[in-house]
């Protein structure tokens, strides 16, 4: 190799190395922010963002925090082990209407009727269930208390002229609920992605009795969000702005690559190939917070005594600066 040319590659490596070191050095650089979380298809784009270093590269290095459920959430976020969680809205009103002062910085996956529905009500074949007015008297699972299918067992049952009281509800964890639903431990549940579709191939066969966590509402409502304390969204702009940046990026990637997405899904989700195909994934890409997506929730929760106090959505959130 000639004298000039060896020079030339020196010249071009050196180059190199000073534009790409602001870059790492902003990626080093980048403040941590510790996310409690529970392992859903609406997060996918942060499990891939993250792989992919693109939260670092917007400026903010995400530390992924797994907790066995939402009120392990809401619990690590109050005690100060984590910085952000992930949720649905309802336990966090709940817990904001009790003296928690969190409220919700991105908002997430949204329902509509009937375009955009991810809640199932599903009853096993065995338990003769054919419809929601048949859920009297029976055992009916809905996860954790305060969340969105204890809400969507107030609404469904209301349009049926049933209260929770008609039923008897169990409160397990949702990747538990198709093993119950086999065992006949549970008659019907409220469930979502990616365990209801596993439990409708399962061997209980289930039938579908309704789909979306409010009964028939057509205006587009939130159904899971990431949250704060007030005091650390007020301190955090620049972190907000950089974890909305990355999430938009991995998440519009994902939804341009549907090979991709069935590669995490087996890889990362340990979903049986044979059900992927069946399994819907979207990602919402609209991420600030408004408070007409959380109006009827908000009305919601007081009708059936979940929420104790007035709410207005906007006390809820935390309006994008």
């Known amino acids: 190799m000639g004298l000039k ?11 190199a190395t000073m534009l790409a070191s602001p870059l790492a050095a902003q990626a080093q650089d980048a403040p941590k922010v510790r996310f409690a979380y529970l392992k859903t298809l609406d997060l996918m784009p942060f499990f891939y963002g993250v792989q992919k270093g693109y939260f670092k590269e917007a400026g903010v290095d995400i530390e992924l925090i797994a907790v066995p459920g939402g009120p392990a959430v809401g619990a690590a976020v ?27 910085f991105v908002s ?49 049952l209301a349009s049926v002229g ?37 439990a409708l191939a399962g061997k209980s066969k289930p039938v579908l009795l309704k789909k979306g966590y409010l009964a028939d509402v057509k205006e587009k409502y939130r159904v899971s969000i990431l949250f704060a304390s007030e005091k650390w969204i007020g301190g955090h ?37 044979a059900l992927i195909d069946k399994l819907r994934t979207d990602f919402a890409l609209d991420l600030d917070p408004k408070s007409e997506d959380y109006r009827i929730m908000v009305e919601k929760m007081t009708k059936y005594g979940m929420l104790k106090h007035p709410m207005k959505p906007e006390d809820f959130i935390a309006p994008a600066k």
Not at 78 to 104: E, L
Request: proline share 7%; charged share 25%.
């Open 162 to 198: 049933l209260t929770t009281k008609d039923v008897n509800i169990l409160n397990n964890p949702f990747p538990q609920m198709p093993a119950m639903m086999e065992l006949g431990t549970v008659d019907a549940v409220c469930i979502v992605e990616p365990f209801a579709t596993a």
């Open 5 to 15: 040319l060896t020079r030339r590659l020196a010249c071009l490596a050196g180059l």
């Open 78 to 104: 109050a005690s100060g082990s984590a910085d952000i969680g992930y949720a649905a809205p309802t336990p966090i009103m709940i817990a904001r209407d009790q003296g928690q002062p969190f409220k919700a």
């Open 237 to 273: 702009a620049k972190e907000i702005a950089a974890i909305k940046k990355a999430f938009v990026r991995a998440a519009t990637e994902l939804k341009s690559n549907p090979t991709l997405v069935k590669e995490i899904l087996a890889k990362e989700y340990r979903f049986p190939p």
């Open 108 to 156: 997430l996956e949204w329902e509509r009727t009937p375009d955009r529905l991810w809640g199932d009500i599903l009853a096993t074949e065995k338990s003769g269930i054919k419809s929601l007015k048949d859920l009297k008297g029976k055992n009916l699972g809905v996860s954790v208390p305060g969340g969105l299918c204890e809400l969507a067992a107030h609404d469904w």
